[in-house]
């Protein structure tokens, strides 16, 4: 396969227009499918300051679907940055968790 080039999708990530950085995580979803995580992962670290609620919530769904396919992925990232992320970021990430990990992640 190709390499594509996705630098669009990291000039998203850094856009002032809300609509465009959702596009940015969003559109990662396309690699999760494929189990490559690395994108998705960079574009999320790149929005944890982001201050618009639209993206906590995108940037949780897409690290909840990489941890559907690689929950160690997902958790190697939430070790790093749970404590600096945003409440609705962390708890979309960690919905499909066991209620003890689950309280883990919340308490940290």
């Known amino acids: ?29 396309c690699f999760i499918k494929n189990n490559e995580f690395e994108d998705a992962l960079k574009i999320s670290e790149m929005l944890l300051n982001d201050n618009h609620d639209l993206i906590h919530k995108a940037v949780g769904w897409m690290l909840r679907e990489i941890g559907k396919r690689d929950i160690q992925t997902e958790e190697l990232f939430l070790k790093k940055y749970s404590k600096k992320m945003p409440r609705t970021m962390l708890r979309y990430s960690i919905e499909k968790f066991e209620e003890s990990k689950r309280k883990y992640y919340l308490k940290k």
């Open 1 to 29: 396969m190709l390499e594509k080039d996705k630098s669009i999708l990291y000039d998203l990530a850094k856009s002032e227009n809300m609509w465009e950085r959702r596009i940015a995580i969003i559109s990662t979803f």
